[in-house]
């Protein structure tokens, strides 16, 4: 069964540091979505992305972060300037025809600030 | 800001033993989501429930949308040790608004015991 894979699967910077995590969305779908969980806390949404342009952002997703499809198979979120408060796992998600379709996760990128 | 309040946040019951797991906000969805999460990876999705009432059966899981599209349960019959784990709501589309945007609930941690 297709599914979302991403990588790496735990990162480890120091606060300051640009870090790349990247995604490989299910090759049939065209909307594409990045969460993030801060240890103990509910899944939070960060941004839905649909033909090269974002659709919506949270208040979370600030100037420090951008999104990308470089190719037609990855979808990155970049952390231009990690903060300890930036530690937590990151959620790609994918959906296949419209905003309103299902999402699927893929398994997430545990990123660790120090 | 969109908030679906998930209940209880802790279950822990026997084996055979039935359970329901509610999700309640005062925001209309258009769709409802449920999803399984084991720790360190994504959510996995069980169901989607996209029309008011609508109940769906996954073998002994049980899932309900409300009438009014603000609310959901997972009922789920003979609870098993197989059944433990993190289970997640997540609506999309509050308001009528932001259908690419999930908001999650808390989380129901399930706990059974053989």
């Known amino acids: 069964e297709p599914e979302v894979t991403q990588t790496p699967s735990h990162q480890v910077t120091q606060m300051g540091q640009e870090v790349i995590l990247r995604c490989v969305p299910i090759?049939?779908?065209?909307?594409f979505y990045w969460y993030r969980q801060i240890l103990g806390q509910k899944v939070e949404f960060l941004v839905s992305?649909?033909?090269?342009?974002?659709?919506?952002k949270s208040e979370i997703f600030d100037d420090q972060f951008s999104v990308e499809r470089p190719d037609g198979s990855n979808f990155t979120l970049k952390i231009r300037s990690t903060k300890l408060e930036d530690s937590a796992m990151y959620f790609c998600?994918?959906?296949?025809?419209?905003?309103?379709?299902?999402?699927?996760f893929g398994p997430g990128t545990r990123l660790t600030v120090l | 800001t969109q908030l679906l309040e998930q209940s209880p946040q802790f279950l822990s019951i026997q084996e055979g033993e039935n359970l329901t797991v509610y999700c309640n906000s005062s925001?209309?969805?258009?769709?409802l989501q449920w999803y399984r999460q084991e720790p360190g990876e994504g959510p996995v999705l069980l169901v989607t429930?996209?029309?008011?009432?609508e109940v769906k059966k996954l073998k002994r899981l049980t899932f309900q949308f409300g009438d009014a599209r603000k609310d959901s349960s997972l009922h789920i019959t003979a609870a098993q040790p197989g059944d433990t784990g993190l289970y997640l709501c997540?609506?999309?589309?509050?308001?009528?608004?932001?259908?690419?945007?999930?908001?999650f609930g808390q989380g129901t941690i399930l706990t059974v015991h053989p």
């Open positions: 925001s209309v969805f258009s769709s």
């Open positions: 997540a609506g999309a589309g509050a308001g009528g608004t932001s259908y690419g945007k999930l908001t």
């Open positions: 998600a994918s959906s296949e025809t419209s905003l309103a379709d299902t999402q699927y």
């Open positions: 090759s049939n779908h065209l909307y």
């Open positions: 992305f649909y033909n090269n342009e974002i659709s919506e």
């Open positions: 429930v996209v029309t008011g009432g």
